[in-house]
């Protein structure tokens, strides 16, 4: 099965700053890459997602990488605010005949200092 | 995109017992995913569920402790049989809607006592 590691589980930062949230995974036949945010007490959202022919896709203030040789993508998020402050996860699918099942990173806590 | 309507949204439940958690969705969708949540923990699949078949297991997981039912294309039960307090969790269903984006319902909170 897919080995997924999120790094780091805990990120703290001022607001204005910008936070990088990294994910590896195992399984090369992965296809699809997704980053979901959890605030407290509320389902998991998608806030942004890359699929395995692009390198690098942004939206506003949040932008993914990806590096398919590597096995990695990265979470960027530029001018943090307060409302970003949330636990964000890391989710890529098992690809193949295993489509839309996703494997969850550990999470990272992001706290974004006013 | 995809509206779940998950209930119910917690229980209390004495050890032993079981409990049965139904996932509503708004439109026709193939698969139908649960996962469960531990405290402060990620999400964690624990079975695929497609109208028509068996539910698909996750290892750890077995159908006597969590049976599934998928009786048509918008819902789905997921059961959490002779519960212990180690079954304390959030247990999520997620469909996916426009291809591949995951759409969650907003979890049922288990506590067992």
């Known amino acids: 099965g897919e080995n997924v590691e999120q790094h780091p589980s805990t990120l703290s930062v001022q607001e204005g700053d910008s936070a990088v949230i990294k994910c590896t995974y195992s399984?090369?036949?992965?296809?699809?890459f997704p980053w979901y945010k959890q605030e407290l007490g509320k389902r998991p959202q998608l806030i942004i997602d890359?699929?395995?022919?692009?390198g690098e896709k942004k939206d506003q203030r949040i932008a993914v990488t990806l590096n398919k040789t590597a096995k990695h993508f990265s979470l960027h998020i530029t001018e943090t605010q307060p409302e970003d402050s949330a636990v964000y996860f890391c989710?890529?699918?098992?690809?193949?005949?295993?489509?839309?099942?996703?494997?969850f990173g550990q999470g990272t806590i992001l706290t974004v200092h006013p | 995109s995809a509206v779940i309507s998950q209930k119910p949204s917690r229980d209390i439940c004495q050890r032993g017992t079981s409990l049965t958690i139904q996932c509503q969705v708004d439109?026709?969708?193939?698969?139908m995913f649960w996962y469960r949540q531990q405290p402060g923990q990620s999400l964690t699949l624990i079975a695929t569920?497609?109208?028509?078949?068996?539910?698909?297991?996750e290892s750890g997981f077995v159908i006597d402790k969590f049976p599934i039912s998928r009786p048509n294309l918008t819902f789905s039960t997921l059961t959490v049989s002779n519960m212990s307090p180690e079954d304390s969790s959030i247990y999520l269903c997620?469909?996916?809607?426009?291809?591949?984006?995951?759409?969650f319902g907003q979890g049922t909170r288990l506590t067992v006592v």
């Open positions: 569920a497609n109208q028509g078949s068996e539910a698909t297991y």
């Open positions: 997620s469909v996916l809607a426009t291809g591949t984006e995951a759409f």
């Open positions: 989710a890529p699918d098992a690809g193949g005949t295993s489509y839309g099942k996703l494997t």
């Open positions: 890359i699929r395995s022919n692009v």
């Open positions: 399984d090369s036949a992965s296809n699809y």
């Open positions: 439109s026709q969708v193939t698969m």
